[in-house]
C-alpha cells in the first residue's frame, strides 16, 4: 500500500510577538498530529492565520489573505484553513467572518489554542468547527512551550492585560493579566538553553505587572534577576515596558545584571497631558520624562524604542506639536508610529471628536520625518564604538555577509565566518544608516 502522504502546514502570524508566538505554539501542536511546516501554499494540507486586530489596517490585510485562500482552495478542495487569535475572538466578530469567509474549516479564539489538535481532527473527518471561548478557561501551562533548536526564543511570562488604554482592543481579546509561575518560566528557558538557544525575549503586554498577584512578592525585577542566573543563556531581552509601572528597581536590575539587554520599549503614544488622560494611559509627559531621566541616569547607554499613535480623538494641532517636541527631546533608537485606528468595542471609538484620515496622514508623514533623523543621528553617534553582537546568521540582502544586533538591539551588518552564528563579537561600527549599521570585527 502506498504510504501517506506527509502533510505540510503553513502557519502566517500577522501582528505582535504575542501572536508570533502564538503561531508556533498552533504550529507544534499539528507536529504532534503528523504535520510538517513548510511555506509552499500551493503545496499545502492545513494552513493557519494566526490573526491581529490592533489596527483595522492589520484587519484588512487578513482579511485579502483569507480571500486568496478561497482561490487556493477551489484548486485544491482538501485543503484545510484554520483563523485563530485576535481577530476572532472580538465580541461578535466570529458570525460575521463565518458569514463573509464560508471556504474556512477552523475557527479558534485565543482562548482555545490548547484544543487545536481536537479541532483539527473534527475538520479532518469532515466538516467545520468554531471555539471561542469568551474567558481564559484552560490552566496556564496548556500549551506547548516555545520551540526548541532556535538560536533565539520568545518566552510567554504572562497573557493579557488590566490596562484598558481607551484605544486598545488587547484587553478585551487577550483578557486579564495572568502570570505564569517563575518555576515554569525558568525550567522552559533552562529547555531551550540545553537545546542551542543563546537569547530569550521574555513577553509580556505590560512585564511591569508581572507577578502582582504573587505572595510572597516577587516582581518583573525579581524574575530578571533570577533568569540572569541561568547557565550558556547570553542574552536576556524583555518587551512592553509599561511607563507607569517602570521601576528603579527594574532599572537596577537592568543595570546590575550580565545578560540583561540594555534596551526599554517605553511606548510614550502621545506627548501630550490632555491626550495621555484621554488614553488612560495613567501617566504625564512629565511623569514619562522623569522615568527616561532615571534610566539614562542609571544607564547611560541604553537604548530606547517606542511607540506612537497620531490622531487620536481630539488630538489638536498643539497636541500634536507637544508629541514632536517631545520626540525631540528623547534620543529614540527607533520609534513605530501609528494613525489612531478606531476599534469597535472600546472607549475612544465613542469619542466625539474623532480626527479625518487627511489629518492623521499628515500628521504622520511629521513624525516620521522628524524621527528618521533622529534614528540616524542615533546611529551616527556609534560610528567609530565597539559594541557587543550576537551573531545570528547570513543577511538577508546580502547572504556573503553576517548580521547581529547590539545590546541595545540595533541591526550590525558585517563580514566574518558563518561558524560565528551564535557567539558574542565584537564590532566596531563603521558606517551608519536609518535602519542599519555596518562595522568590522574587532581583532
Ligand atoms: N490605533 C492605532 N494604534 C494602536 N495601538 C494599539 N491600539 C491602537 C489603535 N487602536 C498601538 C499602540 C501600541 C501598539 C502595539 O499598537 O501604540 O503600543
Ligand atoms: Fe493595549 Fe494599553 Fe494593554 Fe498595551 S498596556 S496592550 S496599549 S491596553
Known sequence: MEKDKEKKVVTLAYGCQMSERDAETLTQITRQEGYTSSDDLLNADLVIINTCCVRESAENKILGKIGELKKLKEKNPNLKIA?????????????RLQKRAPHIDIWAGTHNLHDFSALLH??????????????????????????????QANVNIMYGCNNFCSYCIVPHVRGRERSRKPEEIIQEITDLVSSGCREVTLLGQNVNSYGKEFSPVYD??????????????LRIRFITSHPKDLSDKLIETVAGGNKLCEHFHLPIQ???????????????REYYLSRVNKIHEILPKASLTTDII??????SEIDFEQTLEIMNMIHYSHAFTFMYSKRSG???????????LDVKKRRLQRLMSVQNVKSLAWREQMIGNTYEILVEGPSRTNPERLVGRTRG?????????????GSLLNIRITEAGTWTLVGDIED
Not at 415 to 421: A, D, K, Q, T, Y
Open 220 to 233: 518583573f525585577a525579581d524574575l530578571l534577576h533570577d533568569v540572569d542566573q541561568i547557565p550558556n543563556l
Open 270 to 284: 502621545s506627548g501630550s497631558n490632555f491626550i495621555l488622560e484621554r488614553m488612560n494611559r495613567k501617566y504625564t
Open 409 to 421: 538591539n540595533e541591526l550590525v551588518v558585517f563580514n566574518g565566518p558563518s561558524e560565528l552564528i
Open 83 to 95: 483563523i485563530s487569535g485576535c481577530m476572532v475572538q472580538q465580541p461578535g466578530a466570529l458570525e
Open 310 to 315: 497620531v490622531g487620536f480623538p481630539g488630538e
Open 122 to 151: 473534527q475538520v479532518e473527518q469532515g466538516g467545520k468547527v468554531a471555539e471561542v471561548w469568551q474567558e481564559p478557561k484552560m490552566p496556564l501551562e496548556s500549551t506547548p512551550q516555545a520551540e526548541k533548536g532556535k538560536l
Open 346 to 356: 472600546t472607549l475612544a471609538a465613542e469619542m466625539e471628536d474623532q480626527i479625518s
